[in-house]
């Protein structure tokens, strides 16, 4: 068993990488036969993969700590090589897409591989690997402002999820005082909050028109691998949401105001229950332990699932600076 804090880290070789890569591409679809293709594609799978995993540890412990200058400086490595690797991601899709083997590539790895494939196609092209690196930079900024936040309440300093349990304070005022706490910090910082979400918008808007797309929406839909269904499909569900779901919402609303004896619900009134909300009791490792006990009893699938999480420490479920 193999448990995160045992997980091997390096920033790769990319000159190696891309060599590697590439002979495995460029070979592809001159291979005599589809078993042939199949190794190659694992092979290159596992190449790719190393790839992955290092730059996903980079991002991940750049936010569990972004006030540590090694996790934003691996982070920042991989984010400026991300898009060269990008594009070697979509070469690869390309042969895929284009083997004479399609079929019999089909059945080994089923039709949603290539359905995948086609969007990644669509959303790259080597002209916007800059655009790429401004997207990541710009994304970095707002994840060290967030992660930043210094907020004095009652005594203490509170980043922004050390905030959250006075939300739904049994006390009325302490709600409404520490929801002002966190708008306030949002209130200063604000001009840099704007620009960044502009430039954003900017870039990204970019981006789209340069692969050809109207806008950003349809290619953030590809991007997050939306084979199935699009925006027209979620503007649909939203207005069912207002036709169904927000009169059953008004009514539970009414309900609770009457509960919480209130003649008006503020947006801070968030609670269900006059003397507050049932909160967690115990140690963190309490009520990881009883969250165990809890999925075993629902499934064997889910109790050796969640065993699998704790027992391999991929959860990190502890509020801390940074």
Not at 125 to 151: F, G, V
Not at 239 to 247: F, L, N, R
Not at 265 to 272: A, E, P, R, W
Not at 289 to 304: H, N
């Amino acid at each position: 068993m193999l448990k995160y804090s045992d997980y091997d880290y390096k920033r790769i070789d990319v000159a190696k990488f891309k060599s590697d890569a590439n002979e495995v591409i460029d070979n592809f679809n001159s291979l005599p036969s589809a078993s042939d293709q199949i190794s190659h594609i694992k092979k290159l799978e596992k190449i790719m993969g190393e790839w992955a995993t290092y730059n996903a540890i980079a991002n991940l412990e750049y936010s569990r700590d972004t006030f540590s200058k090694k996790n934003k400086e691996e982070n920042e490595f991989y984010d400026n090589i991300g898009p060269e690797m990008q594009e070697i991601s979509t070469k690869y899709a390309t042969a895929m897409l284009e083997s004479p083997f399609r079929q019999e590539l089909e059945k080994e790895f089923g039709n949603h591989i290539f359905n995948l494939k086609e969007l990644e196609r669509k959303t790259f092209k080597p002209e916007i690997k800059d655009m790429l690196r401004e997207e990541s930079d710009l994304c970095n900024r707002y994840t060290e402002l967030i992660a930043s936040a210094k907020i004095d309440f009652q005594g203490e300093t509170y980043n922004l999820t050390g905030l959250g349990p006075f939300h739904s304070d049994s006390d009325r005022n302490t709600r409404k005082e520490s929801y002002k706490a966190k708008f306030d910090f949002f209130k200063q910082n604000g001009e840099e909050l704007d620009s960044i979400y502009d430039s954003l918008v900017k870039i990204r808007t970019k981006i789209a028109k340069t692969l050809g797309y109207e806008n950003y929406v349809e290619l953030g839909y590809n991007k997050l691998g939306r084979t199935d269904y699009n925006h027209k499909d979620v503007a649909n569900f939203r207005k069912q949401i207002v036709e169904y779901v927000v009169p059953i919402v008004s009514k539970l609303h009414n309900q609770r105001k009457s509960i919480l004896d209130l003649d008006y619900l503020y947006f801070y009134d968030s609670i269900n229950f006059k003397e507050g909300d049932p909160k967690p009791k115990g140690s963190l490792d309490h009520l990881v332990s009883e969250a165990q006990e809890m999925y075993r009893d629902l499934s064997t699938e889910t109790g050796d699932f969640f065993d699998m999480m704790v027992n391999e420490e991929l959860m990190d479920l502890e509020n801390r600076k940074g």
